[in-house]
């Protein structure tokens, strides 16, 4: 469901505007410009767990999620309140409840508390989205394409001077009746949302987190002796730091261990008032109950919603009244935490996931809400054609026992359904310690200051004696098959061609493997598969390759493309007439090149904030790649030669040898037994 206002461009501007006079107002901006107290207006509505509309809608199991924005361009444009309705909630009702939040901030206006929360969260977004000189750079030019650089400069100040007055004129003016749009979408099928299954924001948990990276090779040196420990001392503090400045990252990451196991790194960097956070301790799908698929995520997720000192709402407040943000998530493997907060609420965030993470209380109500939301996000997956291709790709490659398996979502939702309070309450007690606690740091931070609260929080930290994760790859595949998966009255059909990869983060052909797969088909515009199928032949506006989440268990390869439903056989004939000449011929030494630069080169980037930085410091930990990893990649790429790439080719692109998965709107050559949906 969506709702939309009118809205003013952004320098207040009501009527579009030539470059001309675009130009003329810019120069000399308006001092009264409504942006500014919508951009309150909407974030006080719905950011976070205490905002207006999450109370009203989310926590009431009205909706999954609400969420609004303000467009912020060169011409006017909208205010939208967007909202996925709970299955077997009438619309009609969502919409009656959105409207009457609307009129109650209209009527009467916001309070003093909601208006100085909105504008610090503000100005806490804008810190984080400075982070790093790309983020400069794409920010400013995205300025001076809407308005002009000083939109870009002035914005924190114009914020900080919005009042209630401000934001109650605005509401009035613009979140009326006759300014207003209304638009439903109501699925053919039961509980589906929009037709790609792409409805939903952002910030909602993916599926793997934290993507594809890379690791340190077999017998490579390890960089325990680099990483400075907390406490060294240098002849001077000034030689030091020009030692660190001239040194690469290693020498300047900090690394304290407790004699529990648990593990803190810590990157210093002044430029910017922030700090990122990137964690993880094992207790994901892996360690949990076979007959309780879902439980690591329930448990994962309940810790922010309840401690044994805090209620849910008095945790959010404190945290969103600083504008800082504390997620927990889980993967096959892991609990991974990421946050990221000004430095001076630093404390803060790290009390308050030591709390969550020690003391949750799991609150029943609280755990039916979220098993609600998670089954409402399962059925708008269940209208996916490219989740359903992937869901079924899953179950026929791995046994249900693999990490990898994805349940079905009708299995999925029967389990989450049987998930009590009791089975949370175990899984947390049996898995959650400090063993296997990493937490990485970067930012404006005092590295002895945070070692100090890292000890007080987690040295008494235990948990399980276990962590170890064993994994059986599966037996390479020995002929092709075809499933079909029928989604009716989809435009589109997604087709997948994949297999189980024996590729592992410690396998010494990793990186030439990676290399291999870049160039046939990681990228939709220069790859071989995107050249041929998409440019030459037309066939898709994108196709790709991707080995999907190799880690400390190996995962799946597969080549995802989406088509029209009439293009299928053309499709999956054109790409693996790729793969076959690509496994024939191998390489050329211009492509390798090429790959390798951009390896390197987006390694680097990935490098240029302090999440990525955070990111990167905490993989090279949880794989025991030493720290300096993050200074030897470059030399690992460039040492691959074009026989172990070509190796690496004949071993995992086997196109003779691949599960074909199709779903959507289609018949041909389908089998009597073909699931619907």
Request: proline share 5%; aromatic share 8%.
């Amino acid at each position: 469901m969506q709702v939309a206002f009118h809205t003013p461009g952004v320098l207040g501007q009501k009527t579009i505007l030539s470059n001309e006079e675009l130009a003329k107002r810019a120069a000399n901006p308006p001092e009264e410009n409504d942006i500014y107290p919508l951009v309150v207006l909407s974030t006080a509505l719905s950011y976070g767990v205490t905002s207006r509309l999450y109370q009203a809608l989310v926590e009431t199991q009205l909706a999954v999620y609400a969420i609004t924005n303000v467009d912020q361009h060169r011409d006017p444009g909208l205010f939208n309140v967007i909202s996925m309705v709970n299955p077997d909630v009438d619309p009609r009702r969502v919409e009656e409840t959105i409207l009457a939040e609307l009129a109650k901030a209209a009527e009467e206006g916001l309070t003093e508390q909601e208006i100085e929360k909105a504008k610090q969260q503000i100005i806490a977004q804008e810190a984080y989205s400075r982070d790093g000189t790309f983020n400069i750079a794409l920010l400013m030019s995205e300025a001076e394409a809407v308005a002009d650089w000083r939109f870009y400069k002035d914005y924190a100040k114009r914020i900080e001077r919005v009042t209630g007055e401000d934001v109650r004129r605005v509401a009035r003016e613009y979140l009326t009746e006759d300014n207003r749009t209304v638009g439903h979408f109501i699925p053919k099928q039961p509980g589906g949302a929009n037709g790609n299954g792409a409805g939903q924001p952002a910030q909602l948990k993916r599926a793997f987190p934290r993507g594809l990276q890379f690791y340190r090779e077999p017998g490579a040196n390890d960089a325990s002796e680099s990483v400075v420990e907390v406490g060294a001392t240098a002849s001077s503090d000034s030689q030091q730091r020009k030692a660190r400045e001239r040194a690469g990252f290693s020498s300047r990451v900090a690394r304290k261990q407790l004699s529990t196991g648990a593990t803190l790194l810590v990157l210093e960097n002044h430029a910017t008032p922030t700090i990122s956070l990137r964690g993880s301790l094992r207790a994901g799908s892996y360690f949990e109950r076979k007959d309780k698929p879902g439980l690591a995520r329930m448990t994962a997720e309940m810790l922010e919603r309840g401690t044994s000192r805090r209620s849910k709402l008095e945790i959010a407040n404190q945290l969103e009244a600083v504008g800082a943000q504390l997620d927990f998530s889980a993967d096959p493997f892991s609990v991974n935490v990421a946050a990221r907060m000004l430095s001076k609420d630093l404390k803060t965030v790290l009390t308050t996931m030591a709390e969550c993470l020690r003391e949750p209380s799991f609150p029943e109500d609280e755990l039916e809400k979220l098993k609600q939301q998670a089954i409402a996000g399962i059925q708008e997956q269940q209208a996916s054609t490219g989740f359903r291709a992937y869901e079924k790709l899953s179950s026929l490659i791995f046994d249900p026992d693999n990490p990898f398996y994805l349940h079905p979502g009708e299995r999925l939702i029967e389990s989450l359904n049987s998930i009590t309070v009791e089975d949370v309450r175990a899984f947390h007690k049996e898995r959650y310690g400090g063993r296997s606690l990493i937490l990485s740091l970067v930012g404006d931070v005092d590295t002895e200051t945070v070692a100090r609260q890292f000890e007080e929080l987690f040295s008494d930290f235990t948990g399980p004696e276990n962590v170890d994760i064993n994994v059986t790859d599966p037996e390479p595949q020995s002929e092709s098959r075809r499933e079909i998966v029928v989604l009716k009255d989809k435009a589109s059909v997604d087709i997948l061609l994949g297999t189980a990869a024996p590729l592992r983060r410690l396998s010494k052909d990793f990186y030439a493997a990676l290399l291999a797969n870049k160039a046939l088909g990681e990228s939709t515009l220069s790859s071989r598969l995107g050249l041929e199928v998409r440019d030459r032949e037309g066939l898709t506006y994108g196709i790709n390759s991707r080995f999907r989440a190799p880690s400390l268990a190996a995962g799946p390869w597969y080549i995802g493309v989406s088509v029209n439903p009439n293009n299928v056989e053309r499709a999956i004939n054109s790409a693996l007439n790729v793969m076959r000449d690509y496994v024939e011929h191998g390489i050329q030494p211009e492509e390798l090149e090429n790959e390798k630069a951009s390896a390197t080169g987006a390694f680097k980037v990935g490098l240029a904030t302090n999440g990525g930085l955070a990111q990167a410091i905490w993989n090279s930990e949880f794989y025991s790649l030493g720290i300096d990893y993050l200074d030897r990649f470059p030399q690992i790429i460039q040492s691959i030669t074009i026989d172990e790439v070509n190796a690496a080719i004949r071993k995992y692109f086997r196109p003779d040898h691949l599960t074909i998965v199709i779903a959507g709107d289609y018949q041909a050559a389908a089998q009597s037994t073909a699931p619907t949906a």
